[in-house]
């Protein structure tokens, strides 16, 4: 067969081989299959520890035993654990905490109306929990203040009022 | 070749070609063992608990840095609400990441907030939402280049140096569950918190509810309380019918839940 066939063919193998040099420097020795299979899995193995290594803000409660974390330090705030706001636990209202008091020395508490219009929003759900927390109606009531100004967030009680 | 002779070769080559090959094969027991791995994450949430505060949302943008004003959301809340005369409205109003602050629903820009009349209202609950983590995910086997994976605990990870943002796999998941990172300029998705519950603590979503919606478990420790609830009691889960075998369990759907 003349030349002018053969040509092409190669110019064809060097460009494969090319791609496939470049393949094996490009992608990383790692890159495999876990479990699931080459369909699922195949991803760069050392993935796995940059997500592990994500930084944490916020520290665990370990099923609400933050007050008990907390109040070791913040024995000021007396708080009612054994119902109503004794739920919620600290750092969702008073900011991600992990190496507090070192970084951040302060926490920036969200004393907004909005945080506590999150729950506090009259909503007519009858067959929803909500209907077991009171609620108000945010452009009807004392629009003006931050709930905080008349209510205690750590004694939400009206009688304590 | 004598009868007898033929007679016993074949029954000799039947018997060996009903051996199956999977038969012939040595096992190592490390391979066994990989196959059921000690761990495998999965999620239950109970939407009875559910009162749409949106503190997870909330919790979840922070730890993870997702921009607040962006559009997008790793995990969200839906309020359904059933009306007397048979309406269904449902919305998700900045991913509820305010939570629902209005008694009126977001029906979207073209037909705005939708005014329901308290007496109206037949039934009403919240849905808490986020990546399924699903046995089968459509989303990593439509990645051309190997960047989103499940891991062997059973968690669906996108490899963030990897990824080219075609967006195949945001199109793939049929849950909505990922969006495209408007800073990382990537695919992304619910991770389970895996920088959190590989090391013992809950993922921020379930360290944020009050009233223990949210709960995580490892499904093959069958002494873990959440993992005895996801197998004696019934638990849902969203999609069945798309097969890919979602491993958040959900307690309490309606038919209009997807």
């Known amino acids: ?161 | 070749m004598k009868r007898r002779d033929f007679l016993k070769g074949s029954i000799l080559a039947i018997a060996g070609a009903s051996v199956p090959l999977s038969a012939l094969e040595f096992v190592d027991p490390n391979e066994v063992l990989a196959a059921n791995p000690d761990i495998h994450w999965a999620f239950l949430i109970n939407t009875y608990k559910c009162v749409g505060c949106g503190f997870c949302v909330k919790a979840c943008k922070t730890e993870n840095d997702i921009p607040f004003n962006a559009n997008v959301s790793r995990t969200w809340v839906e309020r359904y609400v059933y009306t007397k005369d048979d309406r269904r409205y449902v919305d998700s109003p900045k991913a509820a990441q305010y939570g629902f602050t209005d008694p009126r629903v977001d029906l979207g820009e073209h037909f705005g907030m939708k005014e329901i009349d308290p007496d109206n209202v037949g039934k009403a609950f919240f849905v808490p939402k986020l990546c399924n983590h699903c046995e089968d995910p459509p989303c990593t086997q439509v990645c051309p280049v190997g960047a989103t994976y499940k891991t062997d605990d059973g968690v669906v990870l996108v490899d963030r140096t990897w990824c080219i943002g075609c967006g195949y796999c945001i199109m793939a998941c049929p849950f909505g569950a990922r969006y495209f990172h408007p800073i990382a300029k990537v695919a992304d998705k619910c991770t389970f918190c895996y920088h959190r519950i590989t090391k013992g603590l809950e993922t921020a979503c379930v360290n944020a509810c009050p009233f223990g919606a949210r709960k995580m478990c490892n499904i093959r420790d069958i002494n873990d309380p959440v993992t005895k609830i996801i197998l004696n009691e019934r638990v849902g889960v969203l999609k069945d019918e798309f097969g890919t075998k979602p491993q958040a369990f959900y307690i309490g759907l309606a038919s209009e839940v997807r």
């Open chain 1, 1 to 161: 067969m003349k030349n002018h066939v053969w040509r092409p063919l190669f110019v064809v193998i060097a460009v494969v081989v090319g791609i496939l040099a470049f393949r094996a420097f490009y992608v990383p020795d790692d890159f495999g299959s876990g479990e699931y299979g080459f369909m699922y899995s195949f991803h760069r193995k050392s993935n796995e520890g940059e997500w592990k290594n994500w930084p944490l803000k916020y520290r665990d409660t370990g099923k609400q035993k933050m007050h008990e974390y907390c109040g070791e330090c913040h024995e000021e705030v007396e708080l009612r654990t054994e119902d109503l706001h004794g739920i919620i636990p600290c750092e969702n209202c008073h900011g991600p905490a992990l190496e507090h008091p070192e970084n951040p020395e302060k926490l920036s508490i969200d004393r907004s109306r909005g945080l506590c219009l999150r729950c506090h929003t009259l909503l007519p759900y009858t067959t929803s929990e909500r209907k077991r927390i009171p609620g108000i109606m945010p452009d009807e009531h004392n629009v003006e203040y931050n709930c905080v100004e008349c209510h205690n967030p750590h004694n939400p009680r009206l009688e304590d009022m």
